[in-house]
């Protein structure tokens, strides 16, 4: 292969071209955009990891990119060269079907940038996969430093308050009180009230164990016949 060869096919597959059938675009052209595939899948891959790594849950999607990547590219540059096939691809993509549990909602995002890039490296325009790469990479960079008004703003922790109607009646200012020092942004859900017990519910955004303590510590004192439950999951950052 000579390095005119390998220049031609290289404008090919970052500016696109309009062959008649795939034999036009020749191997090197054909293995340069399953390259820029797979590269494109393991930048993802890495902000996936860099961006989304310390969530707890998640199914360690990013692993599987690379493969996605080439195999959607390599799809998509045989498809678009014959009707026949494309027709049939798409009759076995309807009764397909995926049930794999998507653990979260940036895995589909993600997923959705590594089918887009593959399209383009598939169509061989490599201009605008630079433009997909350089807007994603963007969009992530905002979102990490400045996560504030992406945050959920519903609490992510529950306190459950169980104790008898009568400590209810006599103790609720004080115990409001208690509530509102040691938790951050308390919101009262729910009151039950059956015979002489009475169940009470918050939802709240933040706490520290030391509050956690504090907490149970102010209210058992408060109400020492009370049973009390929190529950409190911490929101890993994006």
């Not at 220049?7 to 293995?31: C, H, M, N, R, Y």
């Not at 992530?140 to 306190?159: A, C, K, N, Q, Y």
């Not at 115990?175 to 919101?187: C, F, G, N, W």
């Amino acid at each position: 292969m000579t390095l005119q060869e390998f220049t031609k096919a290289a404008e090919t597959v970052f500016f696109g071209s309009d062959p008649q059938k795939i034999a036009d675009l020749g191997l090197v052209a054909l293995s340069l955009a399953l390259l820029a595939s797979f590269g494109c899948s393991l930048l993802w891959s890495w902000a996936y990891s860099v961006f989304y790594g310390s969530r707890s849950t998640g199914s360690n999607i990013h692993r599987s990119f690379p493969l996605i990547g080439i195999a959607v590219a390599a799809i998509f540059i045989c498809v678009q060269f014959s009707l026949p096939l494309s027709l049939g691809l798409l009759g076995s993509l309807s009764i397909v079907r995926f049930r794999t549990p998507i653990k979260e909602p940036e895995e589909i995002g993600f997923i959705l940038l590594v089918i887009a890039s593959s399209l383009c490296c598939a169509a061989f325009n490599g201009a605008f996969l630079l433009v997909i790469a350089a807007t994603s990479m963007l969009a992530l960079t905002i979102l990490h430093w400045s996560p504030g008004f992406m945050m959920r703003r519903g609490g992510v922790g529950s306190l459950v308050l169980k104790c008898p109607a009568n400590d209810y009646r006599d103790k609720l200012p004080q115990l409001i009180s208690t509530i509102e020092r040691h938790l951050q942004r308390p919101a009262f859900d729910s009151l039950t009230t059956l015979g002489e017990e009475c169940v009470l519910t918050w939802s709240f955004q933040k706490m520290t164990p030391l509050h956690c303590a504090e907490l149970q510590r102010e209210l058992m004192e408060k109400m020492p016949q009370a049973t009390l439950g929190v529950y409190y999951h911490g929101q890993a950052n994006a």
